[in-house]
Structures are given as structure tokens and as C-alpha cells.
């Protein structure tokens, strides 16, 4: 017991591994995946007290209290409503046992010790982080555009004599389901198996 807690207060305990395809179904996580949606593993950090699995919808993280607590709380981040943003690698020195990844869900900093010889695979997930940012990014742009083409659309747009009473309430409604349709499905990516299939090697 005095070891485990002597590991806590050291920090030592809490150095993570790259779990293999092969045992993500042996995981907690895999317990909370939206698997009747498609959703699937693509890359997984765990440690004695915590889990951070890298879906093609998410990052699922099984956030436990302490290494000698079987206590656990799951928090979910959508890649479609965070952002994706600060991803750093900060590698490990000559004495050190580990490297750190570093990034930010929406407002919520993550900082992962991984144990320094899973360095390459690592940097197979920093790049795929990198790159939802940057789809995420060009997706904000294009639902601005899409505002403000709305904005000149609504400007430009005079209605003359309607063909009947329901005339408005149409052209009210395509616009809506156009703006819709652009804003939530065509610039708004969901899921990012195209992503992770290009940057993850393992």
C-alpha cells in the first residue's frame, strides 16, 4: 500500500501507455461509445487512474479520482461542438520517463504523461489532433460565410406580389432549411474516420 501511495504523491502512477487495437473492447471507455451510431476507436492513452479514448466522433475520457479509488466519471467532447486547439508534444529528456501531450477541448486544458518509448505513435495522434483543428477551422469560416451570404441574400431580396398567402412562409422556410442544411450538415464535420485512417499507423 505505502508503495502505491508513495507512486501517487510522485506522480509516477499516472504515466500512460498506448493501449493496441486488440484490447480496446477490455477498456472502460468501450463501455460508452455510441456504437449504434458508428462511432469507434481510433486511439487510446490509459494510466492507473485514467482513460483517454480518441473516437471518430470524440474524445471520451474515463477520469478516475485516484490510482487506489475504483471510483470513475465519464466526460464526453464532440469534435462537433468543441474545438480543437493548443496541441503541443513536449518530449522527455535524457532522465526522464515520459513525454507529454498537451491540447484543449473547447475550454478544457488536457495534459497526458505517456510513457517515452510510445514517442512515435504519439506523434501519429498529435497529428491527427492538429488536423481536426485545422477542419474545424475551415468549417467556422464557411458557417460565417454562410451567414453572411443569408445576410445579403435578405438584403437583395424584395418579395413583389405573392403568388398566394402561402408565399412567404415558403421562401421563409427554403431559406431556413438551406441555412440549416449548410450550417449543421455540409459545414459541419461529425465524424473523422477519414482524418484518424490517415495519421494513425498503428
Known amino acids: 500500500m505505502f508503495g502505491k501511495i508513495a507512486a501517487d504523491a510522485l506522480g509516477l502512477s499516472d504515466i500512460g501507455v498506448i493501449v493496441p487495437p486488440a484490447d480496446y473492447n477490455k477498456v472502460d471507455a468501450d463501455d460508452y461509445l455510441f456504437h449504434e451510431?458508428?462511432?469507434?476507436?481510433?486511439?487510446l492513452i490509459k494510466s492507473k487512474k485514467d482513460e483517454y479514448c480518441f473516437t471518430n466522433?470524440?474524445?471520451?475520457?474515463?477520469?478516475?479520482?485516484?490510482?487506489v479509488?475504483?471510483?470513475?466519471?465519464i466526460k464526453r467532447y464532440d469534435f462537433s461542438r468543441v474545438a480543437v486547439h493548443g496541441v503541443s508534444i513536449?518530449?522527455?529528456g535524457t532522465v526522464d520517463r515520459d513525454v507529454e501531450l498537451k491540447f484543449v477541448l473547447g475550454d478544457v486544458p488536457f495534459s497526458i504523461d505517456v510513457k517515452k518509448s510510445f514517442i512515435e505513435?504519439?506523434?501519429d495522434i498529435y497529428?491527427?489532433?492538429?488536423?481536426?483543428?485545422?477542419?474545424?477551422?475551415?468549417?467556422?469560416?464557411a458557417r460565417e460565410n454562410a451567414l453572411r451570404c443569408l445576410g445579403a441574400a435578405a438584403s437583395?431580396?424584395?418579395i413583389s406580389q405573392p403568388a398566394g398567402d402561402d408565399a412567404l412562409p415558403r421562401q421563409f422556410n427554403g431559406l431556413l432549411s438551406a441555412l440549416n442544411e449548410a450550417m449543421l450538415v455540409t459545414?459541419?464535420?461529425?465524424?473523422?474516420?477519414?482524418?484518424?485512417?490517415r495519421y494513425i499507423h498503428g
Do not use: C, N
Open 37 to 43: 451510431d458508428g462511432e469507434k476507436i481510433f486511439f
Open 57 to 67: 466522433l470524440g474524445v471520451i475520457h474515463v477520469d478516475g479520482d485516484s490510482a
Open 69 to 73: 479509488s475504483s471510483k470513475r466519471s
Open 90 to 92: 513536449e518530449t522527455a
Open 121 to 123: 505513435p504519439l506523434k
Open 127 to 141: 497529428k491527427a489532433l492538429i488536423a481536426i483543428g485545422r477542419q474545424q477551422h475551415k468549417d467556422e469560416v
Open 156 to 158: 437583395a431580396f424584395k
Open 187 to 197: 459545414h459541419t464535420t461529425r465524424d473523422y474516420s477519414a482524418v484518424f485512417d
